[in-house]
């Protein structure tokens, strides 16, 4: 890939969510991508933990992905979920013992033969500016052995990225900020 | 929200604090954050690239210690999704809420401001039609989150949130109450600046950016390790609204000017090489 051109412009700085988002930015449904009805509907959940291990109660997540056909939405309507639009953005804030949950689908993989992941942004009370990383589905390994991400880590590392397949279809991903099995967070070109 | 017992920076649970963030003084804090000051300067004399965000690691702000990655960021291209973000309209925003002095049956009480300015990207391009949220204590330093214990009064008036859609040009513009400093537990007789919290999209999911506004002049800047988390002046200037009497109002608001400057998007120069080959 070509080198990517300089900014004109330099970035403002990000600041962390503080403790007292809750009253403003959750919102009705924000983690139900789909409802729970829906036929391809899947629980996506985990917990997010600090560097002790410890829970973190005050976090708040995103999710950003393509729908099971691996169509990228372009549909408004996010905040006001109508419950029949796929607009492939949530928002929630994690419980009083660190857990989210949302309800989505599995993406489909943008082009045929990449592994499918869904983008994750997590703030928290604590974390001075938001990080990214990516929940890749477990099944397909073969995408997986291939992904230009996931092939340029080293094993201990990469398996922090790929969430687990619980027995009901669930899928699991806990998010460590810190510590053993530190999730690993991304950086991308033109951030600076 | 449902009541919280976990730990944070409010009142109610002083107690489950660690208690090296409630006992260190004023003068602790800052001798740390003029360190790590200094050092940096040492280091861009040395050759060392400006730093243009917060540090996410920055021990004056006691509650980063346990929530930063130890390990360096991944550098990653970005894929298909990473290069879309999610769609917002006038659906999903009314026009009003960007007035967050009209939203109970009577005036809120204090400084009625006005704030606004762009959103654009690391190019200069305006990002229109996305979705901006803001946040905020009232002017005597409440919010109205059930968490925030501080013994001011709570405005009936008054709830401070806001949101609104870009204009064609990544315009946007608030009508607000200016917010008032108000003590927080890092540290012994710690205070924060005044500021309202804003939250913002770009055209890339890559782009997007959480962070505090502030007011010029504060004298509470020099105190504040969330602030000075950014270890660059002129980085840390970017947070600072200027006084914009344009924007002022004949008796009716004052106004400050805050332009915000996205990452840069890589969906365009990434498409435009696809394009060539």
Aim: proline letters at 7%; zero cysteines; charged letters at 20%.
């Amino acid at each position: 890939m070509a080198q990517a051109p300089e900014l004109k412009l330099v970035p403002t700085p990000g600041q962390t969510i503080g403790p007292f988002y809750g009253y403003a930015l959750p919102f009705e449904k924000g983690g139900e991508l789909v409802n729970q009805a829906h036929p391809a509907a899947v629980r996506l959940h985990g917990v997010v933990y600090d560097g002790n291990g410890e829970v973190i109660p005050d976090s708040m997540l995103e999710i950003w992905q393509a729908d099971e056909h691996g169509n990228v939405a372009s549909a408004d309507g996010s905040l006001v979920r109508d419950g029949y639009t796929f607009t492939g953005w949530g928002r929630v804030p994690v419980d009083n013992v660190g857990h989210y949950t949302f309800t989505t689908v599995n993406p489909g993989p943008t082009e045929e033969g990449k592994a499918p992941f869904i983008m994750l942004t997590v703030f928290a009370r604590g974390l001075l500016n938001r990080l990214f990383t990516r929940i890749y589905l477990p099944e397909d390994t073969e995408a997986l052995a291939n992904d230009p991400l996931l092939t340029s880590l080293p094993e201990d590392r990469r398996k922090t990225l790929i969430a687990t397949r619980e027995a009901d279809g669930s899928l699991r991903f806990d998010i460590r900020l810190q510590g053993e099995d530190e999730t690993v967070f991304l950086s991308y070109p033109r951030e600076s | 929200m449902s009541t919280q017992t976990a730990p944070d920076e409010s009142f109610e649970n002083a107690h489950v604090l660690d208690p090296a963030a409630s006992t260190a003084s004023q003068e602790e804090i800052s001798t740390e954050i003029s360190d790590a000051h200094a050092a940096y300067r040492q280091q861009v004399l040395a050759g060392a690239k400006e730093e243009t965000q917060p540090r996410v690691d920055f021990a004056p702000y006691r509650s980063s210690l346990l929530r930063h990655p130890t390990k360096d960021l991944h550098h990653t291209d970005p894929e298909t999704i990473e290069l879309h973000s999610p769609a917002f309209g006038q659906r999903d925003v009314h026009i009003l809420e960007s007035d967050l002095t009209i939203q109970h049956n009577g005036e809120p009480i204090g400084e009625r401001i006005v704030v606004a300015g762009r959103v654009l990207d690391g190019d200069g391009r305006p990002v229109a039609g996305q979705l901006i949220e803001i946040w905020q204590a009232n002017a005597a330093g409440r919010y109205v989150h059930k968490r925030d214990q501080h013994p001011a009064p709570i405005d009936p008036n008054f709830t401070g949130v806001g949101r609104a859609i870009t204009g064609p040009n990544g315009e946007y513009s608030f009508t607000t109450i200016k917010p008032a400093p108000y003590p927080w537990k890092n540290h012994h007789n710690a205070w924060r600046p005044a500021h309202i919290h804003f939250s913002l999209f770009g055209t890339d999911f890559t782009q997007r950016m959480i962070t505090q506004m502030y007011f010029p002049g504060d004298p509470l800047f020099a105190l504040d390790p969330i602030y000075q988390a950014i270890t660059d002046q002129k980085a840390r200037d970017r947070l600072v609204a200027t006084y914009d009497h344009s924007i002022t109002s004949h008796e009716w608001a004052t106004g400050y000017n805050w332009d915000i400057v996205l990452t840069g998007s890589n969906r365009t120069w990434m498409e435009d090489e696809e394009g060539e080959n």
